[in-house]
């Protein structure tokens, strides 16, 4: 999508990227520009669990101009797991370990973190580190409520930092040959999106309290949430079913594909109007505090449509994916994944035309995201995933639970930012913190 799609969006991208820049000429160390070999980052790692692996394991394998300056877990062994992937393969000095991220984003010789906790610490962890003028590369989605992410914004115009969320299609070269092509109009202006997570889940029964792993700080793992006993569900990977730490489907890996919704159909507002249906369809007895199943619409203000859905059951895809796009225009459709392919359909037949090419086919931005990243850290350039991209399409996974939650249809003004006449929709927009774990304060 062509960042530039209107005169006014192209006068507020020049203004917010002067303001950057202009802010970088007051910074040395890896803000230098004209280097010939890349200036070397210093990193803070926050959670070394989940995708934190791969993010690690490829700025290891890449040999990236980085040095990983600090590991930062609640539980030591994700900590012992992640530094043999550094010490072993990248870098002779041992990283700094802690359980406090606060320990990190004091460091003055940290240039940015990379953040990859459960969703509920994304924002009070990232505020707290661009107040403390880090560069933050967030796992998506950066905000677990609503409120949350117009506080990012303004932490990241406040201070002159870089944002990037982890939405890695993004910066995929098979979205930007596809994005040209529907530049180019090859399918006519579109007017719906569809997004779809169709893959197969099992039932995960509850399980009784226990105790944590010897060592862990479960105290600071909650953190912000509902002070609770430990349970084996309320931990690594399985925190997901839980909305105290998490978002369920929608906002685990729906995020990706509502992201590549809100891109293909080249929004810059968000939705005045959200239906939003789930149930129990197939996981009886299933842990988890979220519906198995989600239909949500959106309506925005100029008509055009963004539909999500989600399926446990389908194994075989929708499309031939499990996590896709479709992109309807009024002269053909675009078929899209993030798995790294598309397929164009052109007029009243659908006439097979361009598709991603034998070339890209399976290229999911991972390698170019983080590049984009690490290259504004060092140059102060925008980012494909910044702050105000990612809060429009983490807003979609926010509006959708409120509108299942509430009364399944739900009027929203996007100039406000607030349902329109119902208290209790507006009254799950934001939540309440454990103290001592509350957000700092941010002006907007």
């Known amino acids: 999508m062509n960042p530039f799609s209107n005169r006014r969006q192209f006068l507020q991208q020049a203004s917010q990227t002067s303001a950057i820049l202009a802010a970088a000429t007051s910074l040395g160390g890896v803000h230098a520009f004209g280097d010939e070999k890349p200036a070397k980052i210093r990193l803070g790692i926050i959670g070394c669990g989940g995708i934190m692996t791969m ?4 700025l290891v394998s890449r040999r990236e101009a980085v040095s990983i300056a600090w590991l930062c877990d609640v539980d030591p062994a994700q900590i012992e797991r992640m530094d043999k992937y550094v010490t072993r393969e990248f870098q002779t000095e041992a990283p700094k370990r802690t359980a406090l991220y606060e320990e990190v984003i004091e460091d003055r010789d940290v240039d940015a973190v990379i953040i990859a906790t459960p969703h509920h610490w994304h924002a009070p962890i990232s505020l707290a580190a661009m107040a403390a003028g880090k560069d933050c590369y ?3 989605p950066i905000s677990h409520v609503f409120n949350e992410g117009p506080l990012i914004i303004a932490a990241a115009k406040k201070y002159g930092r ?7 299609m993004r910066s995929s070269p098979v979205t930007e040959k596809a994005g040209k092509l529907l530049r180019d109009g090859i399918i006519g202006e579109v007017k719906v999106a569809r997004a779809w997570t169709a893959e197969t889940r099992t039932v995960e029964k509850p399980l009784p309290d226990g105790t944590p792993p010897r060592g862990a700080d479960y105290d ?17 990977q399985t925190w997901r079913m839980f909305a105290d730490y998490g978002n369920g489907e929608i906002g685990d890996d729906g995020i990706h594909d509502l992201d590549m919704a809100a891109w293909g159909l080249g929004i810059t507002t968000l939705p005045k109007q959200i239906t939003a249906r789930g149930s129990r369809m197939l996981l009886d007895g299933h842990a988890s505090e979220y519906p198995d199943n989600m239909n949500v619409t959106y309506e925005y203000p100029d008509g055009r449509l963004l539909i999500y859905e989600n399926y446990p059951f389908t194994a075989y895809g929708l499309h031939g994916f499990d996590n896709g796009n479709v992109f309807y225009g009024t002269e053909g459709y675009m078929i899209f994944s993030r798995r790294g392919a598309f397929s164009v359909f052109q007029g009243p037949k659908g006439t097979p035309g361009p598709t991603e090419g034998k070339d890209l086919r399976g290229q999911r931005g991972y390698a170019e995201h983080m590049a984009e990243f690490l290259n504004a850290v060092r140059h102060r350039t925008p980012t494909k995933a910044s702050a105000d991209v990612a809060h429009r399409s983490c807003a979609l996974v926010h509006l959708g639970e409120i509108a299942f939650r509430t009364r399944g249809r739900l009027d929203f003004d996007p100039a406000t930012q607030r349902f329109i006449d119902c208290d209790e929709a507006n009254a799950l927009l934001s939540k309440t913190y454990r103290e001592p774990f509350g957000l700092p304060e941010i002006t907007l």
């Open 55 to 58: 993010h690690v394991r490829g």
């Open 138 to 140: 967030i796992e998506k």
């Open 162 to 168: 870089v944002v990037q969320q982890g939405s890695q």
């Open 220 to 236: 600071r793992w909650l953190g912000p949430a509902p002070q609770r006993p430990f349970n084996p569900h309320r931990w690594h």
